[in-house]
């Protein structure tokens, strides 16, 4: 039993000192097991999906589409990659490859009109065994078209499996949660048009930014096809441009006739109005009213359910959103009448 014992311990022993502190190493490979060179491997924080600086390995944000800083590498030709010096924590890949433009380090620049999407991983712990043994298929062999006819090469499109948690008129806080989280691929789109191979049959969820002087966001669907390409409907962006989406969906007009009767009539005590249906939840909300974007200090709560005068529960988010909408019709009236 002594022996026994002895022997299993200087097997934990042998194991851990093979998983280097701070690394993370794996693999592409294609459908057929085949290694895939010059893939783009990103790294992201699994709780986020939001991708890395490369020196902090803290999440890249409010650089906009800057992205030579973010955490990448590229396979070598036996589809081999490693991530050193990443601090301890979850993590998460992503990678692809975009065609006709092999070893792409920057991931907003414009590379190519298609790209492959050859899967993630997710849930990688560091340090763990798990973390230098990654091995990465792609998640299906559907495709993809999209056009949005772009007059520039600003549009920048992401790929989900999950939906958006708010609607894009709110802005980048509309990727939070399960869309970031459950990201597949993402493209700077040459005049708007990119193919995309390599997605799982079902429901993909795509949305873009277009990058220009007054950008906007955009959110759509398809239903995948196995080893079928699908051509997406065109996807309106958000905007204040006079060929722009200005009025909410389908789904939000019930309520937002009731937010802009109540915004109508109240007007100057909007604030206390948001602060009243948080308050009747039991969450204070604390407004820095010279702050650049007051309206953020609510969007740790866009998903609470809140209950409209009208006894409508609706989640919180989709007040903000036709608060929003109605300060972009108001913009678009403006400039209609100059």
């Not at 009109?113 to 990654?134: C, D, E, F």
């Not at 200005?246 to 009767?261: D, G």
């Not at 109508?264 to 009243?276: G, I, M, T």
Request: aromatic fraction near 8%; charge should be positive.
């Amino acid at each position: 039993m002594r022996y026994l014992l002895i022997a299993v311990v200087t097997s934990c022993v042998m194991i851990a000192s093979f998983v280097r502190a701070g690394e993370i190493r794996g693999v592409i490979v294609d459908a057929n097991d085949k290694p895939v060179p010059q893939a783009t491997v990103v790294l992201c924080g699994e709780d986020t999906g939001i991708p890395l600086d490369r020196k902090t390995f803290k999440p890249f944000i409010d650089k906009g589409f800057e992205s030579k800083g973010v955490a990448v590498v590229v396979t070598d030709t036996k589809g081999a990659f490693s991530f050193d010096g990443v601090p301890n924590g979850k993590y998460k890949l992503v990678s692809q490859s975009w065609l006709g433009k092999p070893s792409v380090p920057d991931i907003a620049e414009v590379n190519s009109k298609q790209i492959v999407l050859h899967g993630i991983a997710r849930r990688i712990m560091v340090p763990s065994q798990k973390a230098i043994n990654i091995r990465i298929k792609p998640l299906g062999n559907a495709s993809v078209t999209i056009d949005e006819d772009f007059p520039n090469d600003g549009g920048f499109i992401l790929i989900s499996t999950k939906p958006l948690s708010a609607d894009p008129i709110l802005g980048f806080v509309s990727w939070r949660g399960p869309f970031l989280q459950s990201l597949i691929g993402a493209n700077r789109m040459p005049k708007g048009v990119t193919k995309i191979h390599g997605l799982p049959e079902g429901k993909i969820y795509l949305s873009i930014f277009a990058n220009d002087n007054n950008g906007g966001l955009g959110a759509g669907s398809i239903k995948a096809k196995a080893g079928k390409t699908v051509k997406a409907k065109y996807i309106p962006i958000v905007c204040s441009w006079s060929n722009g989406r200005h009025h909410p969906p389908e789904e939000l007009k019930q309520t937002f006739e009731e937010i802009k009767q109540i915004a109508e009539e109240q007007k100057r005590y909007l604030l206390q109005f948001l602060n009243a249906l948080l308050e009747k939840k039991g969450i204070e909300v604390k407004i820095d009213k010279e702050a650049r974007n007051p309206i953020a200090a609510y969007y740790p709560h866009l998903q609470e359910l809140v209950t409209l005068p009208s006894g409508k529960q609706v989640r919180f988010a989709d007040v903000l959103a036709c608060l929003q909408y109605m300060d972009l019709q108001t913009i678009v009236e403006r400039r209609r009448n100059r």
